[in-house]
Every structure is written in C-alpha cells, then in structure tokens.
Nanobody, 127 residues
Framework: QVQLVESGGGLVQAGGSLRLSCAAS????????MGWFRQAPGKEREFVAA????????SYADSVKGRFTISRDSAKNTVYLQMNNLKPEDTAIYYC????????????????????WGQGTQVTVSS
C-alpha cells in the first residue's frame, strides 16, 4: 500500500511561485508513475502534470505549460510541482497520485488510471 502526503500549498499573490511536494512511502518509488491533479470549487478534478517512473518523460495540461514543472527525486521518494507565474485560476486543491507502471517510460494523464491518492493541499492565488 502506497501512502502519499502532499505539502507546500498556501496563499500567494498572482505572479508568485509555490513548490508542492509529494512524499511517497510503502512502495518502490522508482516503479511508480506519478501525477498531479487539481480540483477547484464546483469543478471536476483535472489533470495538471505527470511524470514517468523513470523520470525521463513528462506531460502537462495546456493551461500550465511553460509555468509548471514536475520532477522527481528517487533518493527522497518525492515528486515535486514547481509552479511559477501563478494565476487566480490556478486556485484549487492539488492532489498527488501514483500508479504502478509496467513500463517505466509510461506517462499517465487519466485520473482513473491512478491507484493511490494523497489527501490534497490547498493552493490559493489572490489577484
């Protein structure tokens, strides 16, 4: 059983930056594809970014391309989401997710494919 714990959320002004962290435990981290999703009030959960188990491949939602960067540190069993030039529309609860990957190069952007989820961390961007 994999446990995921997010941190790093908070309140920031538009144009500011935050770095979210997701610490994983209970599994072999290097075998899991990881993803970040978010859910704003009254909206469905949406894909933000994903990284392959190997770390060699990434994918981003169009709305965050060029502003957000996903990365992973296998030594720390942690995946990160660096968020720059934040906008009020980025306000949401951000969730980390993990999926055991049969192929270490696979990138997963569908929430339904993920097996494990964190509890979420709130990001609020003020205008």
């Amino acid at each position: 059983q994999v446990q995921l714990v997010e941190s790093g959320g908070g309140l920031v002004q538009a144009g500011g930056s935050l770095r979210l962290s997701c610490a994983a435990s209970g599994g072999t981290f290097s075998l899991y594809a990881m993803g970040w999703f978010r859910q704003a009030p009254g909206k469905e959960r949406e894909f933000v970014a994903a990284i392959s188990a190997s770390g060699g491949g990434t994918s981003y939602a169009d709305s965050v391309k060029g502003r957000f960067t996903i990365s992973r540190d296998s030594a720390k069993n942690t995946v990160y989401l660096q968020m720059n030039n934040l906008k009020p529309e980025d306000t949401a609860i951000y969730y980390c997710a993990a999926k055991f990957a049969l192929s270490v190069g696979r990138i997963i952007s569908l929430s339904s494919e993920y097996d494990y989820w964190g509890q979420g961390t709130q990001v609020t961007v003020s205008s």
